[in-house]
């Protein structure tokens, strides 16, 4: 689709921009439906980019299209990449036939929640999560961490023009730092923050990217087989690419 195809375009992109990074080799598996089982030939062009062991494989798609993928990555008996990153989430581990896949895994994600507060709402990531309980995802946290930044460009405004001018002051401001990250917005209306990267260290999800400590080189992930057939049932959508 077209959200995996321009993420691949971005990957190989920065891969052309760079030094000492180049593509190994890349596979498109594009699935009829969502969570569609992979077929024979996806499974050969995953076999593929597999023997020819790059460094770090990229996987590229929607939660719930990736994990068989990257759990026959890991599952390889001859092969372990220096990095896994997919481009999905931590949000629904049930999406793996087995959690502990997950491990050392970097995915991208909006919220880095920290347990940074700003000065006037007071909200932290743990008690947003407390408040809005199942509902709290990187999209709820987005519009809570929006009202964190209104609220500051309100309490910074002039009495009697707060609202007419509200944009203006919400991109003067200096970034406000709510619970869903820095926030700040050019002149345009356009947000400026980073996304951050997450590995899975020991069941926990930690932030490693722009900043942090990541474990690197992943270690080996033995890959539960029935019958020779690895036990997945998770389909993939979208393209893979490979650096």
Same mark, same amino acid.
């Given at each position: 689709n077209g959200f995996s195809a321009s993420v691949r375009t971005g990957a190989n992109n920065f891969i052309s921009a760079s030094e000492g990074i180049t593509v190994a080799s890349e596979a498109d598996v594009v699935l009829s439906a969502y969570k569609t089982e992979l077929t024979d030939e996806d499974i050969g062009k995953i076999a593929l980019v597999i023997a020819a062991a790059p460094d770090v494989i990229v996987v590229i798609g929607h939660a719930g299209d990736v +994990? *068989?993928?990257? /759990?026959?990555?890991?599952?390889s008996e001859d092969y372990t990449p220096k990095a896994i990153i997919a481009v999905n989430g931590f949000s629904t581990p049930s999406n793996y036939d087995d959690m502990e896949a997950? +491990? +050392? $895994? $970097?995915?991208? *994600? !909006?919220?880095d929640e920290s347990s940074t507060a700003d000065s006037i709402v007071g909200w932290t990531s743990a008690a947003?999560? +407390?408040?809005?309980?199942? *509902?709290a995802s990187y999209h709820s946290a987005a519009a809570g961490g929006l009202a964190v930044a209104l609220t500051h460009a309100v309490v910074a405004g002039e009495a009697g023009t707060r609202m007419s001018t509200i944009a203006q002051t919400m991109a003067a401001m200096a970034p406000v730092q709510t619970f869903y990250g820095a926030l700040s917005w050019d002149s345009s209306g356009v947000l400026q923050k980073p996304m951050y990267g997450k590995q899975r260290q020991g069941g926990v999800d930690v932030v490693v990217a722009p900043e942090g400590d990541i474990i690197y080189p992943? !270690?080996?992930?033995e890959v539960l087989k029935i019958g020779g057939v690895y036990n997945s049932g $998770?389909?993939?959508?979208? !393209? /893979?690419a490979f650096n």
């Open positions: +994990e *068989d993928v990257v /759990t026959r990555v890991q599952g997950m +491990e +050392e $895994i $970097i995915v991208p *994600d !909006q919220w947003f999560r +407390e408040a809005l309980g199942a *509902d992943m !270690q080996k992930f $998770i389909g993939f959508r979208g !393209q /893979t």
